[in-house]
Each structure stands twice: as structure tokens, then as C-alpha cells.
């Protein structure tokens, strides 16, 4: 009898014995190797996993593999079709990559898939059509607008026969250069809508094993007991590592080593994340099954869950150093007679909860021992060259022993930073002298990875009548969790910014950040500014409206400019677009309505109120502080007349491949398809440092330029020399040069400086203005960004629903070098801004993880996705490459205020506590109105 499941997969008939418990998802991804079906959850939340199984959409991840039998599936390598051995996409994937749908890419194969499907039973959709069929198919990069209008384009190509029409709405840069300033495509944007792109669990080794943790899941005590006797004792288990067999320092961490590789026997657990031990196994399921048989005992410990009682006298102390990690001050001025001459003082406290990164892609380590001693380590992480530092460390060997590999990324937003299982793969694939794979699913990156701090932020501001503000005092708790991470810094940002993008003679910022038995906190888009900012711009509304004044005449009035004093003492010297943005933002939402502040409500429905909202905004670009911010990136021509150029700077879907490409192709004068990038891979490429703080384009932006002008000087003293002419009378121009009546060629250049020796390749490393630490004096940050939105809302008095309706958001980015990836950041930007206003919040309840699956964390869907109006604003920042500074993070700092603004002005509820509570809001209401 014949047990077979036979089905059609992209039009190949396929029979396979089946696997029980085996989903679709399992069967593409592990037997056929179809691995564009990406996996986000396992609990058809995020729809990446999303195929046709007889024209319908359907989400392989709780599909059982069994009932595919008969079935007819299609995967998204099926759309394009190859035609004399070039790729032909289909109209749905060319719309995406026109329009700058594709960020990360991991969720495109399931937007597309979904769309197609979509498509085929309605050929001429809606707006309202594309997003009830793509509600539950997520994108955290959240370029929503660019999807919804690549798949219009789609239609109406499918529908005319026409080609695929370009975006038209997305301005070039005003300051004029052959390359960089205008749109661009993403040079990995066609892999990722064909599902070739790679991401680390797309990767497969001979003899690979699988690895598990095993968590301690108590949020704190001792540990006393640990026997893994009966896990070693399991076939199928390779290997069993506990705190015993790490080979050299026990603690990792980015700024401080306070993390434990593994808790070992008489040790402190801090979260429920801490890893106990690790497993090495021959499949997945017998890792599990070994690490359920590991038996553990505490003596359990009292539970700190927040800062606040953190830093109460008597309560335990988490670290030996207690539980301060740091406490940040900031001093500008007298308070004293600051606040004595203030003509209205306002004192108001505010509180941001724990939010969570929820990139599309799970974290994922590979560890493959090479037969010369060395360790390769492939992962998805912002920071290789510090994964290399601290696998390093831990292992007791020299940096030279391992690689690290990064791979394409799913997502990051600064929760890829830190290391999650690239030490525990290196220990276990030393030991076993095989590859190690370690995936988290869904539920462990949940409960695991740090996320955005908790705060509880006061702010009191004292103003004159005429709404000049003097004197602004802050205090800010944040709750860093279990250990460091970047706790320090995220939280420097926090109470450095905390007065607003405002001039303020006198200012006083205290910031406790303390250790909690939570898990850790660190980078997240914002960098601690995005909690700051809700506080002081509404904080700046309040105080408008006590004023009786214009709360954009407020903010003018009081903006930040060139020559102005930040709250650190820092002289602005050029770059500051703050004014701009809010003419601008202003200028625009008049348009749309002559009174955007007063409520207006439905004719149709007089529970539904509408208003709109302000907020401004500034971000560091950098690191700053005082810490080196350093980049290198090397350029090479190669014989074929193209260039390549690297780094191991990080790109996680924010478009730091495609500002590297066009630069170097401006300052070559070649077509950007001449050149090709590397990057995050620590044998091949120089050190890009970190990518997080908004400081990529600026820094690694600024290694290509040097480098490739370098190599240019290069080839132009050469050619002089050769030619007796002087430099100066060397054009480049069109990917052609021109040496005194010659015509050469690229190739034709490297011909002649490998005949003269010369290798054509340089070495750049650029190095950022230096800047000083916070009370030192100087300038802490080298740049900032200015953004400024405004948000119109529409509030349910009977219910409190708020929605989203328009968003207008103005962003000082000193220059566009790509503006269709800009477009992206910023529809990025506020849609996250949305989400942490109004639906996220990752709840912890005494120490233990409650949001611990993706169906209890709400991402924002395309549901929710308002009109969206970027404005581009050009300051150029003289150290910047063509003036350029950073976006990623300040299309998303306002748009909280804004949100919560406009609801204040819609229905006079303040909002205090963020996400949203609209059942607060439906119930003030009805107790205002005495209901």
C-alpha cells in the first residue's frame, strides 16, 4: 500500500513519505529546499509563510504537510520564469522592487504570494481590497504605502499589458550630483522577491546538528541544582554543556560583561532568559526532547519589577555592584533662578512601558569548525565584528580564530545587537567538531532578547508669558532589566534629549537606570528618545495650552537653530533644519484644514471626533559621548572595469548596501551597476563598527567616499605620471577616463596599473569628529536629525477606538543620497511610531514573560496604516558624505506626541501612559459626562 503524499509544487509533481506532525512549511523548507517560505512564528501571526495551495493563501507553518496530498502549491519561486537563462519576474515582484516595497525582504515572499492570490480572483482591487487581503500578513520594516502601491501598479500592468509604472510621488534631492541624490533600486531587492535571497536558516551544512537552550524560567533566585544526566543519556544527543565547560571568561556583554554564557550551580538567575545549559542534538526535535529531561532547582529570590522600587533602600540587590546601573546627570544653568523667574510652571509625570523589536526573522547561530583550528560563525547581527570579540573571549582564543559571516537580516532595529546563540554554537561546534545550528522560535526571542526600556519620565518646565521657555528639569527612571546591554548609553540618550529640540537656559536631568529582574533592555529605534520625546512634547502642548498660545508658535519660538546651545552645552554649527520641518509640516496640514487643532465632529456620527496633533523632535546621529566612532571600508577595481566595495558595517533592510554602492559609483562617475558591496563578513572586509545610533550612512557612508576618492587620486596620479600631463587635466566622466586625448577605460586602467605593479585597491578608515563625554564639556554628538509630524485622529467617543488617519512628517536628513529608500524609513518610521503609541506593549508580570507568543504582542498591520505625506528636508551637515546624516530613527520619535496630542485635542483626554488605553479614554468620557 502506498502511503505517499503526492502533490504539484510549482508545476513539478513531488512524492514524499510523510512525516507526522510535519507542517508545508517544514516539508518546502527542509525537502525540497524551496527556503523563499520564510518561518516568523509558527502560529500563522505573521503570514511570511504564506503559499497557494489551490490558488488559496495559506500559512504553511500550521499547515500539516499531509494534507497537501492532490494539492497544486505554488511558493514564491514559482512567479518568475527563467527566458534564456535570465530571470523574467513577475509584474507583482517588478512593482515591488520599483516602488521600494523590499526593506529587510523577509516578509515580501508572503505579501507577494498573498497579493497574487489576491489579484487572480480581483484583477482591479481597492485600496480597501489590499488591505483586507494582506491584514494578517505583517511587515515590521511596515512600508505599507510602497506595497499598496506596488500592487496597484501590478494590477495595472497585469491588467493592460503595460509595463510596470515607476513610483512619481518621490522627489529628487535638491543639491545636484550625478549619482547619489536620486532614486535608486536595492541591488539584493530581486533576490528577495524571487526567494533566493539567503537568511541564516536558509543555510545547511553536511552533518549539521541541532541546538537547544534550556531557560531558567524564574525571574530570580539560585541556582542549586542541575542534573543532565538524562538528556546526555538520550540518542540522538551529541553534546551537553553547562557554566562548567566554558573555556575562558563566563560573562559577555557590548559595553559591560555582566551577562553569563550559562548559569552555573550556586549562581544568581536574574530573568527567565538565562541559559542553564546547551544541547547539541541530531535533529530539533531530539534537542527539545533532551532539554525538557534537564532538571533544575532555585532557591528563589524576591522579584524587582520595576526601576522605581529597584532603587528603594533594603530591597535585593540583582548585581554585586547593586542595582544602579548608572546614574546620568545633565546640569546647564541655575534651576534656582531659573524656575524663580518662570511667569508658569508645569510639573507633569509620564510612563512608557517594555516594548519588543518583533523583526520578522528569529534569531538564528551557526557554528561550523573548520579542519584548521578556526570557527565560522553565521548569523544575522548588527555588530559582527564585536560577535567576533566576545565568541572570542569566551572560547579563550585569539579574534584571528574566528569568522564571523553575517548573513541578510529579517529585521533589526537595534535587537540584533547583542549576542543570543553565536557563543553557544561556537562552544558546541567546538566540542562536537560539527556544525551547530541554533534557531530560536518565536516564544524564545520573546522571551530572550532585550527590548525597549520601560520609563517613568517627570517633567517640569517653567516658561515666561510669552511662551520663552527658561528652565526645563527632567527625571527619568528606566527600567534596563537583568543586565546592561546597552542600558547606559540607550539611557544617556534618554535624559540628554529630554528637553526637547528646544533652547532651555537652564536645564537639570537626573536618570536612574536600574537593574530589574525583567529581561534586559538596550538599542531600539529611538535609542531611549522616543520615550523622552512623548514626555516633553506633551508635556510642551500642556504648557501651550496654559499659555493660551499656538503650540506650533511654541515650538518656532523656542526651536533649536544654528548657533544655539543643546541642553548639553553643545554650539550647533550647521545642519539644523528644525524650523523647516515645522514651517513645512505646518504649511502642509493647513492645506487640509484651515483649524487642524479644534475638533471637528461627523456629520454622520457625532461619536466620532477628529483633531489633529504636533511634535518635534531631534536625534543624535552617532555614537558621541566620547566613544571613537570609527569605519573602514575598502574599494577595489577589478579586471572587468567594475569595483567592489566592503565593509563589516551591518545591513538589516535600512539601505546602507545601496548608500555604499552609490557613492562609490558617484565618486568612480560610473552606473552603480558597476559595483558591487560586501559586507558584515570580519575575514574579507574592515571593521564598519556598529550599526545602530543612526550612524551607517554617515560613517560607513563616509569610508566608501574616502576610499573610492583615494583610489581615484590613485589612478589619477598614475595615469599623470604616465602620460605627462597634470592631474588636473584627468576627467571622469560616464565611467570613462580621459587623460589628454585618451579614452580609457576601467578595465583598461587596471591594465595599466597592475602592469606598473600597482595594486588598484585601497584602504580607507574614517574616523568621525571627535566628540566628549556627557559633563565634560564640548561637543557630545558630531550630528542630529530633526523631525517634525503631525497626526490626524479620529477618536470613538463610545468606545475610546482611536484611529490613525494622516500623518504629515517632515525629516532634516542634511541630504537624500537615496530618496525611494528614504521614502521606506519614513513610512517605517511612523507606522512603529504608531504601534508604540497605540497597540505594543510587552507585558511582564512579577518577573514572568505574559507576552510570550506573537498573538499576544500587536504588531501594527496594514489595517492600521494611515495616509502618509514625507517631506524631505535638506540641511547638509559639513562632515557628512554630500552632506548626509542619519533617518532611521527620527521618522519614528514623534510620532507618538503627535498621536497622543491629537486625541487630547479631539476629545480633552491626555494621555499620560502609552499604548493607548481606549477603554480610559471611552470611560473618562462617560464619567465627564456624567454617564
Not at 525540497?32 to 500559512?59: F, S, W, Y
Not at 517588478?94 to 526593506?103: I, K, L, N, T, Y
Not at 566595495?645 to 552606473?671: H, K, P
Not at 503627535?898 to 485635542?905: G, L, M, R, S, V
Amino acid at each position: 500500500m502506498n502511503n505517499q503524499i503526492t502533490f504539484t509544487v510549482n508545476g513539478l509533481q513531488h512524492s514524499l513519505d510523510p512525516i507526522p506532525g510535519e507542517t508545508l512549511s517544514t516539508l518546502l523548507r527542509e525537502r525540497l529546499r524551496l527556503t523563499g517560505t520564510k518561518i516568523g512564528c509558527e502560529e500563522a501571526e505573521c503570514g511570511a509563510c504564506t503559499v497557494l495551495v489551490d490558488g488559496q493563501p495559506m500559512m504553511s507553518c500550521v499547515y500539516p504537510a499531509e494534507r497537501a496530498h492532490g494539492k497544486t502549491i505554488v511558493t514564491i519561486e514559482g512567479l518568475a520564469q527563467r527566458v534564456h537563462e535570465e530571470m523574467k519576474l513577475h509584474p507583482l515582484q517588478e512593482a515591488f522592487v520599483e516602488h521600494g516595497a523590499v526593506q529587510c525582504g523577509f516578509c515580501i515572499p508572503g505579501q507577494i504570494m498573498t497579493a497574487y492570490a489576491l489579484l487572480k480572483r480581483n484583477p482591479n482591487p481597492t485600496q480597501e481590497d489590499i488591505r483586507f487581503a494582506l491584514k494578517d500578513t505583517l511587515c515590521r520594516c511596515a512600508g505599507y504605502p510602497s506595497i499598496e502601491n506596488a500592487i496597484l501598479a501590478a494590477a495595472q500592468a497585469l491588467r493592460t499589458g503595460e509595463p510596470v509604472q515607476k513610483p512619481t510621488h518621490i522627489p529628487d534631492s535638491i543639491h545636484e550630483h550625478k549619482t547619489v541624490g536620486h532614486s535608486h533600486l536595492r541591488p539584493e531587492a530581486v533576490e528577495k522577491v524571487t526567494g533566493e535571497a539567503i537568511y541564516t536558516d536558509d543555510l545547511k551544512f553536511d552533518g549539521m546538528l541541532y541546538a537547544k537552550a534550556k531557560r531558567a524560567m524564574i525571574p530570580h533566585g539560585f541556582l542549586t541544582r542541575l542534573d543532565i544526566s538524562k538528556a546526555r543519556e538520550l540518542p540522538g544527543v551529541v553534546a551537553v554543556l553547562t557554566a562548567d565547560d566554558v573555556p575562558a571568561e563566563k560573562n559577555h556583554g557590548l559595553v559591560i560583561f555582566d551577562w553569563p554564557v550559562m548559569v552555573g550551580i550556586g549562581e544568581r538567575v536574574r530573568y527567565v532568559g538565562d541559559a542553564l545549559a546547551i544541547v547539541a542534538a541530531e535533529t530539533q526535535d531530539i534537542a527539545e526532547q533532551a532539554i525538557a529531561l534537564i532538571e533544575a532547582e532555585f532557591d528563589l529570590q524576591p522579584v524587582i519589577t520595576n526601576p522605581v522600587q529597584a532603587r528603594q533602600e533594603g530591597v535585593p540587590q540583582i548585581h554585586a555592584k547593586g542595582n544602579l546601573l548608572k546614574h546620568i546627570k545633565v546640569r546647564k544653568g541655575d534651576m534656582d533662578a531659573g524656575f524663580a523667574a518662570a511667569d508658569v510652571i508645569l510639573e507633569h509625570t509620564f510612563h512608557t512601558p517594555t516594548t519588543d523589536h518583533a523583526f520578522m526573522e528569529p534569531e538564528c547561530s551557526i557554528g561550523v569548525p573548520l579542519p584548521d583550528g578556526r570557527m565560522e560563525i553565521y548569523v544575522g547581527s548588527q555588530i559582527p565584528s564585536q560577535d567576533r570579540t566576545q565568541v572570542a573571549r569566551v572560547m579563550g582564543w585569539p579574534e584571528e580564530r574566528v569568522r564571523v559571516v553575517g548573513q541578510l537580516m529579517g529585521g533589526g532595529f537595534g535587537g540584533k545587537e547583542d549576542v543570543m546563540g553565536q557563543i553557544h554554537v561556537a562552544m558546541l561546534a567546538n566540542v562536537t567538531q560539527r556544525p551547530v545550528k541554533l534557531l530560536f522560535d518565536r516564544r524564545e526571542s520573546l522571551l530572550v532578547h532585550p527590548k525597549r526600556h520601560a520609563t517613568q519620565i517627570r517633567v517640569k518646565v517653567g516658561a515666561k508669558q510669552d511662551g520663552r521657555i527658561i528652565a526645563m528639569e527632567t527625571e527619568l527612571y528606566g527600567d534596563t532589566g537583568a543586565y546592561a546591554s546597552l542600558g547606559e548609553k540607550v539611557m544617556t540618550r534618554a535624559t540628554t534629549h529630554s528637553a526637547g529640540p528646544y533652547v532651555v537656559p537652564n536645564v537639570k536631568a537626573d536618570c536612574y537606570a536600574m537593574y530589574t529582574n525583567h529581561p534586559p533592555s538596550g538599542a531600539f529605534r529611538g535609542f531611549g528618545v522616543l520615550q523622552s520625546a512623548f514626555a516633553v512634547e506633551s508635556a510642551m502642548d500642556m504648557l501651550a495650552e496654559t499659555l493660551g498660545m499656538d503650540r506650533i508658535e511654541l515650538r518656532r519660538m523656542n526651536a533649536l537653530h544654528v548657533g544655539s546651545v543643546t541642553n548639553t552645552g553643545q554650539v550647533l554649527r550647521d545642519s539644523v533644519g528644525l524650523t523647516e520641518c515645522i514651517d513645512k509640516v505646518e504649511a502642509e496640514m493647513l492645506k487640509l484644514e484651515p483649524h487642524p487643532f479644534a475638533p471637528r465632529v461627523d456629520s454622520a456620527n457625532p461619536n466620532l471626533v477628529r483633531a489633529w496633533g504636533f511634535a518635534s523632535a531631534y536625534k543624535n546621529t552617532g555614537l558621541g559621548g566620547g566613544a571613537p566612532d570609527i569605519s573602514g571600508a575598502d574599494v577595489e577595481l577589478y579586471a572587468d572595469g567594475s569595483f567592489q566595495v566592503r565593509s563589516s558595517a551591518a545591513e538589516l533592510g535600512q539601505g546602507l548596501v545601496t548608500v555604499m554602492r552609490l557613492t562609490v559609483a558617484e565618486e568612480m562617475a560610473v552606473a552603480p551597476e558597476k559595483v558591487s558591496v560586501l559586507v558584515m563578513d570580519t575575514d574579507l572586509t574592515p571593521n564598519g563598527g556598529p550599526t545602530t545610533a543612526s550612524r551607517q550612512t554617515y560613517v560607513t557612508g563616509n569610508a566608501s567616499r574616502y576610499a573610492a576618492r583615494t583610489l581615484r587620486d590613485q589612478i589619477t596620479a598614475t595615469m599623470a605620471e604616465k602620460y605627462d600631463v597634470r592631474p588636473e587635466q584627468i576627467r571622469y566622466e560616464n565611467g570613462i577616463v580621459h587623460v589628454n586625448g585618451h579614452s580609457m577605460s576601467y578595465a583598461e586602467i587596471y591594465k595599466e596599473m597592475t602592469a606598473l605593479g600597482q595594486q588598484p585597491k585601497v584602504r580607507y578608515e574614517y574616523e568621525a569628529p571627535k566628540t566628549m563625554p556627557l559633563g565634560e564639556g564640548g561637543d557630545m554628538h558630531f550630528a542630529f536629525s530633526f523631525g517634525v509630524q503631525a497626526a490626524e485622529v479620529e477618536v470613538n467617543k463610545l468606545t475610546g477606538e482611536v484611529r490613525v488617519l494622516k500623518v504629515i512628517s517632515a525629516n532634516d536628513v542634511g541630504m537624500a543620497v537615496n530618496p525611494l529608500g528614504l521614502q521606506g524609513q519614513v513610512e517605517g518610521g511612523v507606522m512603529m511610531g504608531l504601534g508604540n503609541c497605540l497597540t505594543e506593549e510587552f507585558i511582564v508580570e512579577n518577573g514572568q514573560v505574559v507576552t510570550d507568543h506573537l498573538a499576544r504582542y500587536r504588531v501594527p498591520g496594514i489595517m492600521l496604516t494611515p495616509e502618509i505625506t514625507s517631506i524631505i528636508v535638506e540641511h547638509p551637515t559639513a562632515e557628512g558624505p554630500y552632506g548626509a546624516k542619519g533617518v532611521g530613527e527620527i521618522s519614528s520619535i514623534p510620532t507618538t506626541p503627535a498621536i497622543t496630542n491629537a486625541i487630547y485635542n479631539a476629545v480633552g483626554v491626555r494621555i499620560y501612559k502609552t499604548p493607548v488605553d481606549q477603554e480610559m479614554i471611552a470611560r473618562e468620557l462617560w464619567e465627564r459626562e456624567g454617564k
